[in-house]
Structure formats: structure tokens, C-alpha cells
């Protein structure tokens, strides 16, 4: 798991740590010290700690004109132990929120498990932000974690399925991602 890093070849058009609306503006990284753990196996130290102990994101790219944000998450989304989505919402998605962006592009091919709880940060979320306009879509999940969603009703939330799977998002650079995922959310829009 060590060797799995963030995605780096956007970091010419943002970098989270020297943005000043970014939670995590100003942090520091190391390249040879790993501390971060999930399930006692190193992570890359790149990945940013938000207050659960096994998940871990980074911003790979923020747009506050067109309040968007594209955000590539690591480890086990677990909800029933360690609430993980109240601190996803509270510490990342609010101050997020606080400087205009609404719309969240969620990357979770990094993401093994997700066990669900209950989904009121969900809902809050999303009624926040459908109020301007915005969505939070979610990108290359793994097949038994979109089950998992749709189990914990969370596809009522989040825009899940076919036709978010299989995305060479890397391929693209940000801003054609964004503008492509606006696309498909249109057509999915009833």
C-alpha cells in the first residue's frame, strides 16, 4: 500500500497545500518518512489525514470559479465504526463549501471496503449543495463498494453507476474531467 501515491500530474495547475481556501493549506510532506497507517500497513505519506484512521484523501484539484473540486480518496470508507463521512464532511466538504465549491468529483478506485451506517451526513450534504446546483459524483469505485452505497440508500446522494465506472480520468486534464462528468450528470438527471 506504500506505493500507492495520490495522482501527481496535475500539480502544475493546483497544489492543495499552497491553496488558502484548502484544508490543508500549508502542510508539509515528506517523500521518506512514512507514518500514516491503515490497518498497520504504511501508506504513501503524500496521502492528506483528515481525522480517520483508514481513510485518507487528497485534493488533487480545486476550480472555485465553476466551484468544483476533483478529490481521490484511499483505504476503507468504514461509517459503522469510525463515522468517517462526519469527519470527510466536517473537517474537508464544509470548508470546502465556506469558499464556493458544490460540486465534489469523489475518485475511489483506491477505496477497498465502505461499511455503511447511518446517512444523515449524506443527506446533509447533498441538500446543502443541490441547493446550488452543485452534485457530488463518484467515479471508479469498486463494484462491491457501489453495492455497499446502494445498500446504505446512498446512491440518492451521491451519482453512482455504469456510466461513472470506468473513467481514464487520467488521461484528461482537470478541467475536461469536470467539464465531462457536467455532461454525464445532465443525462442522468431525470
Given amino acids: 500500500m506504500h506505493e500507492i501515491e495520490p495522482h501527481y500530474n ?3 495547475q493546483y497544489i492543495a497545500e499552497e491553496d488558502k481556501f484548502s484544508p490543508f493549506y500549508g502542510r508539509e510532506y515528506s517523500e521518506f518518512e512514512f507514518s500514516n497507517t491503515i490497518y498497520n500497513f504504511y501508506i504513501h505519506p503524500q496521502w492528506d489525514e483528515f481525522g480517520s484512521p483508514t481513510l485518507f484523501l487528497k485534493i488533487l484539484f480545486a476550480d472555485y470559479d465553476s466551484g468544483s473540486c476533483i478529490i481521490e480518496l484511499m483505504g476503507e470508507w468504514n461509517d459503522a465504526i469510525h463515522n468517517d463521512i462526519m469527519f470527510l ?3 474537508v466538504v464544509e470548508r470546502m463549501q465556506l469558499n464556493g465549491i458544490t460540486k465534489f468529483l469523489l475518485i475511489g478506485e483506491n477505496i477497498l471496503n465502505f461499511h455503511g451506517e447511518d446517512s444523515d451526513y449524506y443527506q446533509e450534504w ?3 449543495i443541490a441547493e446550488e446546483g452543485g452534485w457530488i459524483v ?3 469505485f469498486r463494484t462491491h463498494v457501489l453495492e455497499e452505497f446502494k445498500n446504505c440508500g446512498l446512491h440518492y ?3 453512482i453507476g455504469d456510466r461513472f465506472s470506468n473513467i481514464p480520468w487520467r488521461t484528461l486534464k482537470p478541467l475536461h474531467l469536470l467539464a465531462m462528468i457536467d455532461q454525464k450528470v445532465i443525462k442522468a438527471l431525470p
Fill in 138 to 140: 463518484a467515479i471508479n
Fill in 157 to 159: 446522494y451521491f451519482l
Fill in 10 to 12: 496535475w500539480r502544475d
Fill in 126 to 128: 447533498f441538500e446543502e
Fill in 89 to 91: 464532511k466536517r473537517n
